[in-house]
């Protein structure tokens, strides 16, 4: 009932950039956050940068200065531009949303399928 699409990520040499897109759609009602999570291999998921809505950014410390997160409230879409790319930012990107399906529901949480970046000369 609920999908987010993901596009972007690949492959960049350290010190490149990349852009992640993701949109929601299908029945939602009011999205209260979005965000990105990573996950490498060996590791667990860690949130990356989520901003909830009417609300301020929160990054990790790993990603600060580096990593910007946008939303387009409108079209239910939120980005991640990550700039000066590391090795160690190498990861499966997840796109999140929590959200409600109507007006006196509880907040669901829905995932995107992942995109690989992988930063690597």
């Known amino acids: 009932q609920v999908q987010l699409v993901e596009s972007g990520g690949g492959l960049v040499q350290p010190g490149g950039s990349l852009r992640l897109s993701c949109a929601a759609s299908g029945r939602i009602f009011s999205i209260k956050a979005m965000g990105w999570y990573r996950q490498a291999p060996g590791k667990q998921r860690e949130s990356v940068a989520v901003?909830?809505?009417?609300?301020?950014?929160n990054y990790a410390d790993s990603v600060k200065g580096r990593f910007t997160i946008s939303r387009d409230y409108a079209k239910n879409m939120v980005y991640l531009q990550m700039n000066s790319l590391k090795p160690e930012d190498t990861a499966v990107y997840y796109c999140?949303?929590?959200?409600?399906?109507?007006?006196?529901?509880?907040?669901?949480?829905?995932w995107g399928q992942g995109n690989q970046v992988t930063v690597s000369s």
């Open positions: 999140n949303a929590q959200l409600t399906r109507d007006g006196l529901g509880p907040v669901f949480s829905y």
């Open positions: 901003i909830p809505t009417g609300g301020s950014a």
